[in-house]
């Protein structure tokens, strides 16, 4: 379930390619009322994939109420994770930690795309890419870093899994990550969200899914829009 922050709009979608899914998203409150964001894809999708998402999601929530540093917390994650010898399995997962009050960020990642941040100037930057490590289960000695941002108003941030990027047409094109960049127009994260999931649809064409598709956006809303909406919700 979404966060209600003060200033702060949050948005997500998950759609599993077939009943069950290997996709990961979850809002994780911590102990010293900062907020984790986390986007993770577990390889392979069904009824494998989900059990190891099931593993995995209560293996976080645990790593990162434990461990007030992220990059630790993430270390930490791996070293539970890992099997003694690396069997083929693996899991992509990036997490933001967001402190509502000083509008801090701190972003870890394990293989994962990067989050994409789309300032309220309009620039799109990778976060974190030169800070990311192995996939989490791969190596059980891999050190994780963290990278520390801020969230301006007016920022929206978009974290995604691959089943975004890679979902196929007709004529076997893939949807990119530069048609997905295209949409982040504003800095609405509920619009930014909108305006993606029907654009892959569109794309799609009724074809089928292939893989799971999570999305998750965020941002501080510029005071123009709260503006809009504060006035919205008087009318109604």
């Not at 083929?88 to 994409?116: C, D, K, W, Y």
């Not at 192995?134 to 941030?157: H, K, N």
């Amino acid at each position: 379930r979404p966060p209600t922050f003060p200033g702060y709009v949050f948005f997500n979608f998950y759609e599993p390619a077939n009943h069950i899914g290997g996709d990961y998203f979850d809002y994780i409150p911590l102990p010293d009322g900062r907020l984790g964001v986390v986007v993770a894809d577990v390889v392979g999708h069904g009824v494998a994939a989900a059990l190891l998402m099931s593993k995995l999601s209560a293996s976080v929530r645990f790593s990162f109420v434990m461990e007030t540093e992220p990059a630790k917390a993430l270390t930490r994650l791996n070293r539970t994770l890992s099997p003694e010898t690396f069997d083929g399995r693996f899991v992509t997962l990036v997490m933001i930690i967001l402190n509502q009050h000083s509008h801090e960020i701190t972003v870890v990642n394990a293989g994962h795309m990067a989050p994409l941040l789309r300032s309220h100037d309009g620039a799109i930057t990778e976060l974190g890419l030169a800070k990311s490590g192995l996939p989490l289960m791969v190596d059980a000695d891999c050190e994780y870093q963290q990278f520390d941002g801020q969230v301006e108003q007016g920022d929206c941030i978009v974290l995604f899994t691959d089943g975004i990027t890679e979902a196929m047409n007709d004529e076997g094109d893939l949807y990119g990550n530069e048609r997905l960049r295209q949409h982040l127009t504003n800095g609405n994260p509920g619009e930014v969200g909108e305006e993606i999931i029907t654009d892959v649809e569109k794309f799609m064409h009724r074809r089928a899914a292939k893989d799971d598709m999570c999305l998750v956006c965020f941002g501080r809303v510029s005071a123009a829009h709260k503006k809009n909406r504060e006035a919205s919700q008087a009318f109604k």
